[in-house]
Every structure is written in structure tokens, then in C-alpha cells.
């Protein structure tokens, strides 16, 4: 990760890359295995236009191997059995967002727009079984939407030598699917 800061640091630049290298073996004969690489990468900028406002965006990409369970799982929780499918396929994801955060005293408002298209997304999908689960990849899918989020520094705000700030976050999702349906 590459962190540069110009026009006295009021414009910053950041950048990274990461690397993965897998292997994931279920053994005694419940399921496969997987081998499996993966470079990923994400660029930010950030503008500082006031002392109170600052402007953000970013890309970035994602990738996650499916776990455990979801490879070769089979057990039961309230009720539900969850048998793993040893064929799913790694996530995939690339987000964009963008945001603005204001900071007036010990107050901190902030909220972003952000877009997620991923591909091999992993869902839970009932089987022909009663309350019997599985996992499948889905193709393509797109989850995008804002998150807010408000914070109060009270030692900020009382002149205290320490930091309690409580904070409410939220997200609302506008879209939330799947290409194929």
C-alpha cells in the first residue's frame, strides 16, 4: 500500500496490490480441493476542500475463497441442514465509491455512494430437501447503495485527555441482486 500527499497534504493518493495464494484440500473423502492465486488492486484519492469537508473516491477489488462449510460443510443450526458444495468457485468483486465527510467540532457526519459487481458470487439455496441448504455460484451481481454513518467525540467536546465517541452507522441498499434474475 502507497500513501502520497500533495498541496500540503490537503490531496492524497493511495494504492496498493495484494496477493493470494491458496490452497484449500477436505479430506477424509468429503470433498475436493482447490488451488488457486489471485493479484487484487485499489486506488483512492481524497481531497481535503476545507478544514471541515473533505471528498473522497476509490476502486478496489476483492476476492474470497469459499470457506470451509461452504466447500464441504454438513451440519445442523435451528433446524436447518447445511450440506457444502465442493465445486463453488472464488468471489470476485470490483466497488467503486465516493463520499464526503464534514466535521464541524466533535461532530463527524459522513456518508458515501458505493457500487459492487461481483462475479461467482456465493449464495445459500435450498435443495429438494425440506429445510436442506447448499451454496451455488451465481454468475454476476450488483449490490450498491450508501452508507452514513454520525459520531460524537465527547472528550473532543468536553476537553477531556481521552476519547469516547459514540456513533450511529447505517446502510441502505438500492440495488441488491443477482444478473440472472
Not at 12 to 29: A, K, L, P, W
Not at 58 to 72: E, I, N, R, T
Not at 73 to 89: A, E, F
Not at 118 to 131: H, L, P, Q, W
Amino acid at each position: 500500500m502507497a500513501k502520497l500527499g500533495v498541496l500540503d497534504r490537503r490531496l492524497i493518493f493511495t494504492g496498493g496490490i495484494r496477493y493470494d495464494d491458496y490452497d484449500v484440500e477436505i479430506g477424509n473423502n468429503e470433498g475436493g480441493s482447490q488451488s488457486t492465486d489471485n493479484f487484487v488492486g485499489n486506488l483512492g484519492l481524497a481531497f481535503q476542500v476545507t478544514e471541515m469537508i473533505k471528498l473522497r473516491a476509490a476502486w478496489g477489488q476483492g476476492f474470497v475463497m469459499p470457506g470451509a462449510s461452504q466447500l464441504a460443510g454438513n451440519y445442523t443450526s435451528w433446524g436447518s441442514t447445511y450440506v457444502g458444495n465442493p465445486d463453488l468457485d472464488p468471489e470476485s468483486s470490483e466497488t467503486f465509491e465516493g463520499g464526503i465527510d464534514v466535521g464541524i467540532g466533535s461532530l463527524n457526519l459522513a456518508v458515501t455512494y458505493f457500487e459492487t459487481d461481483y462475479e461467482d458470487f456465493i449464495e445459500t439455496v435450498a435443495t429438494a430437501t425440506a429445510n436442506t441448504y447448499t451454496y451455488n455460484n451465481v454468475d454476476n451481481g450488483t449490490i450498491d447503495g450508501f452508507e452514513w454513518e454520525i459520531s460524537w467525540d465527547m472528550g473532543k467536546y468536553f476537553e477531556w485527555k481521552y476519547s469516547i465517541a459514540p456513533y450511529f452507522k447505517g446502510t441502505y441498499f438500492t440495488t441488491y441482486e443477482d444478473d440472472s434474475d
